[in-house]
Structures are given as structure tokens and as C-alpha cells.
């Protein structure tokens, strides 16, 4: 899947958006593709904002000069935060410099490829959980849908209860 997301975003003109709910594994996602992204000799400069950043980093200008413009991807996990200026500055520096785009946000972006939509998945939840348990504990199926339920689907949320069901 993540080779096929690589292609698909080569496909768009190296620019795409990953889009879904809190917890649904859309960090995750680009986590997995940055390192595929650096495997191909790729350079990455990732740039996670959180509880309403509305700017980019101070030093984020000068991260872009080292860019050369067909080997680098410039990744924003948390793009919705950015303000409307923010956001020109960045597409206006992509179209200059040439650097791919690929970010991250709740809500579909205007103008932007949708390389994926995530979406809770109880099954999912469940094969993820088992996993990493590798047969060293069981937690039953309607456990696990109660938390589904209860979380609304989020992931992140999820495992932190059972980490603390887990400690107790």
C-alpha cells in the first residue's frame, strides 16, 4: 500500500493530503511513507503542528533552502492549524522551489489530491490490538468494541486506556 501511495503522489505532481478523524492513523501513515520517501534517497523535512500553531517554524525558511527542488518533500502533519498567510507562503515557496507537498488534516483541502482517507475500522482496532498483545494476554472482542465505541474510533485514544487498564 505504501509503495502504491508513493506512485499515486508522484502521479498528482508530488502534492497530495491524507485526510481523516483524530486517531485514525493518518501520523502513522506518514511516518510509514517518510521512511520510504528517505529509503528512495529522498529528502524529508517533516514539520508536525499542534493546538492551533497557526505558523510555520522560525527556521523553516532556511530548512527550505537546503531543498533541492526533485528530491525533496516538504511534510506537514497538521496542516489545518496553519493560518491563510501561512499557507500562501508555503504554496507560493512550493511552486518556486519545486518540492513536494504532502500533509495531513481533518477536512479535504481545496485545490489539494486526496492521496487517502482514513476511517475508523473495528476490525482493524482488533487485529492491531491482537498483535501487538502477540498472544501474551487476550482482551476480549467486546471490550474492545465498548473502547470503539466510546472513542469514537480513536485509535490514540484507545490504546491509552488499555495501556492503563493494562498497568493496573
Not at 533552502?65 to 508555503?90: H, K, M, P
Amino acid at each position: 500500500m505504501l509503495t502504491l501511495l508513493a506512485e499515486r503522489f508522484e502521479r498528482c505532481g508530488r502534492i497530495g493530503q491524507i485526510v481523516g478523524p483524530h486517531g485514525t492513523g493518518k501520523s502513522t501513515l506518514l511516518e510509514a511513507l517518510s521512511g520510504l520517501f528517505h529509503e528512495s534517497g529522498t529528502v524529508v523535512f517533516k514539520t508536525v503542528l499542534r493546538d492551533r500553531q497557526r505558523r510555520l517554524p522560525s527556521n523553516f525558511a532556511d530548512r527550505l533552502r537546503e531543498c533541492q527542488a526533485d528530491n525533496c518533500v516538504v511534510i506537514i502533519d497538521g496542516y489545518e492549524q496553519l493560518a491563510t498567510f501561512s499557507r500562501v507562503w508555503l504554496h507560493w515557496k512550493r511552486r518556486r522551489l519545486g518540492f513536494g507537498l504532502l500533509i495531513t488534516t481533518h477536512r479535504p483541502i481545496f485545490g489539494q489530491p486526496i492521496l487517502y482517507k482514513t476511517a475508523p475500522n473495528r476490525e482493524t482496532c482488533r487485529r492491531i490490538v491482537q498483535t501487538l498483545l502477540n498472544n501474551e494476554a487476550e482482551i476480549a472482542p467486546q471490550t474492545l468494541d465498548s473502547l470503539f465505541a466510546k472513542h469514537r474510533g480513536n485509535m490514540r485514544q484507545i490504546f491509552l486506556e488499555l495501556y492503563d487498564q493494562w498497568e493496573k
